[in-house]
């Protein structure tokens, strides 16, 4: 159920109640019964848990996938290139 804060208007002391969203909205003050409306307040969010980052999501899996969105088929990608030269190869051999 939420909890709702109001105001008195005259005597300008606040308070809570837990209603359900059915329930009239309380009228008269509890201390002087004077008019009170309801204040908007920051609700109370707790996260529990690690946090929240790109790695707490599941990964979007390319498996089985034949194209992209449109339906073309991707491109196939060309072998990189040993990042090796001739060189340090020969050094590495002897």
Do not use: N
């Amino acid at each position: 159920m939420p909890l709702y804060e109001y105001e008195c208007k005259k005597c300008k002391h606040r308070f809570e109640r837990i209603q359900k969203f059915s329930d009239p909205h309380v009228k008269k003050c509890p201390e002087c019964g004077g008019p009170v409306e309801q204040v908007l307040s920051a609700p109370a969010v707790q996260f529990k848990g690690s946090g929240w980052y790109v790695t707490d999501y599941a990964k979007k899996s390319s498996a089985g996938d034949s194209g992209t969105r449109d339906g073309s088929k991707k491109k196939e990608d060309k072998p990189k290139a040993e990042s090796k030269t001739e060189s340090s190869k020969k050094a590495e051999k002897t």
